[in-house]
């Protein structure tokens, strides 16, 4: 029953006391539960709490139990999806866009606008990316840039004809699109207007960052984008924002991992950051990696196409295999060999501010990096730890472990061995402060911790059974 409080504690441990190295709760998606193709490449909720993806078998919609497909009437892969500001369900696929709408006898239904638009529009490719602000929806495909507004005559439009756009992004209520060969610009009332400084650039995602600012994602890694900047060697920057050691450590990262559309904040001030080879980034408002969340922590796929972030502030990962939910804002993580714990846990407890595990295979101590084993208690010279053992001076704490072949103790994670016992149960008596009770196997000893250490083992008793030791009751009588 120990080792099963002690690894349920191991996993709720709140981890503010921490840096987020743990794995959050991830519940994993296959195509042989939602029964359709593996590959997912968009996501979006309703306002009832129905979540949407988009697939290359076309739209699933998840109530929370059940899973449904929805086809497209050329059975095209869905690419994209948006919600606009009515709650309308808007998709992008391949040559074709649209919406969902309910009806009461036929139930949800794809409606296409595509297929309204002139004949001499109507071969397109992929829909990569919609975005919709108010009641206005933007589908960008590798031909055109449309627009769609039912309150305007004609409802749908190309913008920009001669140029077809890259990709659509959106910070708060604001659109941006990048065109190809030229750079990004704001959509505002169906014209483009140039973003300064971003010439020539091709953004991946633009997301929301702090004081009007963007966060930027293309093929350089990260930067900050900020309008408001009159010097213009300052208005894309990835190191005067962002901490500079911090940045390119994690641009590095991204650079040899592959960076992608995938990107959203998600809370608390951090970002999550979508590549296509390990997995979803978390990064702080400093640029600093604090998580990596890949197929080593549980996800089905390192292949990430697009991420979400839901209305009960879970993330959801489309990727090339299913489709995956992270608790990612949950108070609790879980810790396990992937942090660096190894063999069957024994104990958790803290001391000095520091968090300890013991196990039949060492001593481990958390770091912002994960844990690791105490030198000469770990690894190949790994000890099975019996338990931690804190003796309280007037002044200090001392930390002892109790091994399979003896006492230790631990001094700034450094073991220095006291002797080669192996006890049953220690105390620290309450009434002597410097008398230590102690039990091997049929015995009752007592020990004297004097000049930072203790002094040799007095027997006090011999039983005819094992005994371990309960507490002290008063100054002449101990509870075994």
Known sequence: MKKLINFIFLIITPVFLFSQTGTPFIKNFSPEEYLAEGQTWAAVQDDNGMMYFGSNSGILIYDGHNWETIKLPNNSPVRSLCKNADGIIFVGAVGEFGYLSQNKNEGLKYISLSEKTDSSIRSFSDVWTMKAAGNTVWFATNEFLFRYNANKKPAVIIVNKKQPPFLLYKAWENVFVSIREKGTYEIVNDSLIPLKRMENRHPWFMIPYINDRLIIGDLDGLSIYNPNETDSGKTVSSDIYFDKESIEKTNEFLNKNQLYTGAVEIGNEKYAVGTLRNGIVIIDQS?????????????????????????????????????????????????????????????????????????????????????????????????????????????????????????????????????????????????????????????????????????????????????????????NNLFL
């Open 287 to 475: 640029g600093e990696i604090i998580n990596i969340i890949n197929e080593e922590k549980g996800l089905q796929s390192n292949t990430i196409h697009y991420l979400y972030k839901d209305m009960q502030n879970e993330l959801w990962a489309c990727t090339a295999y299913g489709i995956s939910k992270i608790d990612i804002n949950t108070p609790y993580e879980l810790f396990s060999k992937t942090q660096g714990i190894k063999g069957s846990i024994y104990d958790v407890f803290r001391f000095h501010n520091h968090f300890y595990v013991t196990s039949n295979l060492g001593l481990f101590y958390y770091t912002k990096t994960g844990f690791k084993g105490v030198e000469n208690l770990s690894g190949k010279n790994a000890l099975q730890i019996l338990s931690p053992f804190t003796y309280n001076t007037e002044k200090d704490s001392i930390l002892f472990v109790n091994t399979i072949y003896g006492m230790y103790r631990i001094d700034n994670n450094h073991p220095i061995k006291i002797n080669s016992i192996t006890y049953n149960s220690i105390i620290q008596s309450d009434v002597i402060k410097s008398t230590v009770y102690l039990t091997v196997n049929y015995e009752l000893f007592r020990m004297t911790f004097q000049n930072n250490t203790f002094s040799s083992q007095e027997k006090i008793e011999k039983f005819d059974d094992l005994v371990y030791l309960g507490c002290e009751l008063d100054k």
